[in-house]
């Protein structure tokens, strides 16, 4: 009851599913922005984080005359990269996210990335929607925007509805073969065994006020405990990136507790926080723009950190604080676990190819990638960041043993002059991607050339 209300944080939603689903078009039509096109081939490579205030969520779902209480004092979205084996985002070894949207395209059914997505989300038991997408494709669509599905809904012809049905029913069966029962989400009279289907179009927003509305009431309904705000720091580094005018500074989830200028933080690093930031509510911290500063900040939120040495930061980490009863060292050799599962994945051998990725999680995806048996490119050596120097001389080390080896896979970073130059009188070859596959295209045609 109120008397007793504890006070809450926002629930972390992530958004899942196969590529071309339409998941970052989706965020983009909650924030009325357009990020998708910006995108490296569409995919999106990196990780975003978006904040939803509740009075916005409020404002979105008024024509559902909902009216219920928002206890939460809003939503944090964080759109997942695109490839399948970007599946490392974690928070003290548990998922970072409370709730996911699994997107579907009504068009397409099930995919393997969707299946992908299902089989991680039962492994860490998450609970998820599905958001039944690009309903505005079903042939003869009428558009009305940002509508309530049931009054978009009730606005087609007998044709469209029929159609919608049959895709309706077909998913739902697919479902049904992974061991999962899903309805329809307000036809759902079994919320919890069964899980919620929202039909969606991210291009003219039928169905969005649902979907936002489902997510709140649904989290704040069923995880309290979760959701109740505690004040232990949890945190975890979504990217390292140069902003003009900061240097280095890292764009990170807190999940819970308080930051403020000035705490002492444990990444793989050791400093100070000098500034926090945070773009406008609704911008998403990778879209450009002004920041607003803040002397403390209060979990759930994306925010920006900027600090000395944080080009040593690294994506996919966890972040500790300092507090005044702790122990440096201890809290040191806790920050260094999260490397451990990343470099048990090195060929023992000690032959194979240097990998170089932006993040520790898309440095994993690749890993994971190359390991596959249609792929089975053995690496020897990793470096999270740009390739420097450094990175080359220990590439060409191969260059002894086994000189196609001699290679940098550098996937999203970029690299230094004086690295390239390096390569280029050693004779290590360096190939460059912003989208994992594309790195192993390029570096088999390099492989098959050698051959002939
Ligand atoms: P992602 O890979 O899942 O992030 O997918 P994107 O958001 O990049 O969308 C992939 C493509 O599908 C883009 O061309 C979008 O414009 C298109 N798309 C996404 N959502 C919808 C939708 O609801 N309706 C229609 N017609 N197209 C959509
Ligand atoms: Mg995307």
């Known amino acids: 009851s109120d008397s007793v209300q504890k006070e809450l944080r926002s629930p972390i939603c992530c958004i899942m599913g196969h590529v071309d ?4 078009k989706l965020l983009d039509c909650i924030r009325g922005t357009n990020v998708q096109e910006g995108e490296a081939g569409g995919i999106t490579q990196q990780i975003g984080a978006t904040y939803f205030p509740a009075e916005n969520i409020r404002e979105r779902t008024k024509e559902l005359k909902a009216d219920a209480k928002l206890n939460v004092p809003g939503l944090l979205v964080i759109d997942t990269p695109g490839h399948e084996s970007f599946t490392n985002l974690r928070s003290r070894g548990s998922g970072l996210c409370e709730i996911a949207i699994l997107v579907v395209d009504i068009m397409h059914g099930l995919e393997p ?5 299902l089989n991680l989300l039962k492994m860490r038991n998450t609970d998820f929607i599905v958001a039944l997408n690009k309903v505005d494709r079903l042939y003869g669509w009428k558009t009305c925007r940002n509508a ?16 919608f049905n049959n895709r309706l029913t077909q998913v739902i069966t697919q479902f049904k073969e992974q061991g999962l029962n899903t309805e329809l989400y307000y036809k759902n009279k079994d919320r919890g065994e069964t899980f919620n289907i929202v039909p969606t179009s991210a291009i003219s927003g039928e169905g969005i006020p649902d979907m936002l509305l489902l997510l709140v009431q649904w989290t704040q309904k069923t995880m309290i405990e979760r959701l109740t705000f505690s004040n232990e720091v949890e945190c975890t580094v979504l990217e390292v990136k140069v902003v003009e005018g900061h240097g280095t500074t890292i764009d990170v989830v807190l999940v819970n507790g308080v930051l403020h200028e000035g705490d002492q933080i444990v990444g793989p690093i050791v ?36 600090a000395q040495g944080l080009e040593h930061a ?31 994945r090195i060929d023992k051998s000690g032959e194979g190819v240097y990998v170089q990725a932006s993040t520790l999680g898309s440095l994993e995806a690749l890993l994971e990638f190359l390991k596959t048996p ?28 086994k000189k196609e080896y001699a290679t940098i896979l550098a996937f999203d970073v970029k690299v230094t002059q004086e690295a390239r130059e390096l390569a280029d009188e050693l004779g290590v070859t360096i190939f460059i991607a912003d989208i994992i596959y594309h790195l192993f295209d390029q570096f088999k045609a390099y492989i098959d050339n050698l051959k002939e």
């Open 148 to 163: 309530p599905i049931g009054k978009a809904m009730k606005l087609q012809s007998k044709d469209v509805q029929m159609e």
């Open 314 to 344: 690294i994506a996919g980490t966890s972040l500790y604080i300092v507090g005044p009863n702790d122990d440096l060292e201890d809290i040191k050799a806790t920050a260094m676990e999260d490397m451990k599962s990343v470099m048990s």
């Open 113 to 117: 990335q969707t299946i992908e997505s």
């Open 271 to 306: 400093t100070t926080i000098r500034a926090l930031l945070t773009p406008h509510p609704m911008k998403e911290l990778r879209v450009k723009g002004t920041y607003l500063h803040h002397k403390e900040i209060k979990a759930a939120q994306g925010i920006k950190i900027t």
């Open 21 to 24: 689903t339409g998941k970052t």
């Open 374 to 401: 249609a792929v089975n490119i053995p690496v020897s050596g990793i470096s999270i960041g740009p390739v420097h120097k450094k990175d080359v001389m220990k590439a060409s080390v191969m260059l002894e043993k």
